[in-house]
Antibody
Framework: QVQLVESGGGLVQTGMSLRLSCAAS????????MHWVRQAPGKGLEWVAV????????FYSGFAEGRFTISRDNSKNTLFLQMSSLRVEDTAVYYC????????????????WGQGVLVTVSS | SYELTQAPSVSASPGQTASIPCSGH??????VFWYQQKPRQSPILVIY???MRPSGIPERFSGSNSGNTATLTISGTQPMDEADYYC?????????FGGGTKLTVL
């Protein structure tokens, strides 16, 4: 049973930083590309970033480029999202999600999702 | 940048067929994925690669993709199917979601 458990969310002020973690279990974490997806309150899903299974490549959505950094520690089965220069519009539930392919390169879809963690950015 | 368009809402009566369209430029040339999200829950993958069903997803969920439109079809809609449904594809190493369609089962 694949489980993804996010942590690290909370209330921060604009301009501050926050680091999210996602602990994975139940599958070979190091074999799967991983993503972060967010959802603002009452809004739709918005992709944030992807990281290859070996961490060798990363891609970001436009709003995340230069402010957010995705990383992973395969020895600890953990995915991270370092967020800096946070804005009010970054307020959202952040989900980690496993890519649907058992391979180094992603297929850019999500077969398992975590329960999400709320990040609130206030001015 | 690539965009996916979904109607905000769709309704169906129990037992009827619900069709949820998703449109995009030459969408039929891409793979489309569908997610179901119920209130206060995480999304669930219900269709991948246009028409494939993950294990555990009921057979009443099906998908198609041709031209500029992909469609999620729910045959014999049940009250438990009431949820938000999101289509998704990818382009140039980025993921694109549609805005979501709220399915109401009346």
């Amino acid at each position: 049973q694949v489980q993804l458990v996010e942590s690290g969310g909370g209330l921060v002020q604009t301009g501050m930083s926050l680091r999210l973690s996602c602990a994975a279990s139940g599958s070979t974490f190091s074999s799967y590309p991983m993503h972060w997806v967010r959802q603002a309150p009452g809004k739709g899903l918005e992709w944030v970033a992807v990281i290859w299974s070996d961490g060798g490549k990363k891609f970001y959505s436009g709003f995340a480029e230069g402010r957010f950094t995705i990383s992973r520690d395969n020895s600890k089965n953990t995915l991270f999202l370092q967020m800096s220069s946070l804005r009010v519009e970054d307020t959202a539930v952040y989900y980690c999600a496993r890519d649907g392919t058992w391979n180094d390169a992603p297929k850019f879809y999500f077969d398992y999702w975590g329960q999400g963690v709320l990040v609130t950015v206030s001015s | 940048s690539y965009e996916l368009t979904q109607a905000p809402s769709v309704s169906a009566s129990p037992g009827q067929t619900a069709s949820i369209p998703c449109s995009g430029h030459k969408l039929g040339d891409k793979f489309v994925f569908w997610y179901q999200q119920k209130p206060r829950q995480s999304p669930i993958l219900v269709i991948y690669e246009n028409y494939m069903r993950p294990s555990g997803i009921p057979e009443r969920f099906s998908g198609s993709n041709s031209g500029n439109t992909a469609t999620l079809t729910i045959s014999g809609t049940q009250p438990m199917d009431e949820a938000d449904y999101y289509c998704q594809t990818w382009d140039r190493d980025t993921v694109i979601f549609g805005g979501g369609t709220k399915l109401t089962v009346l």
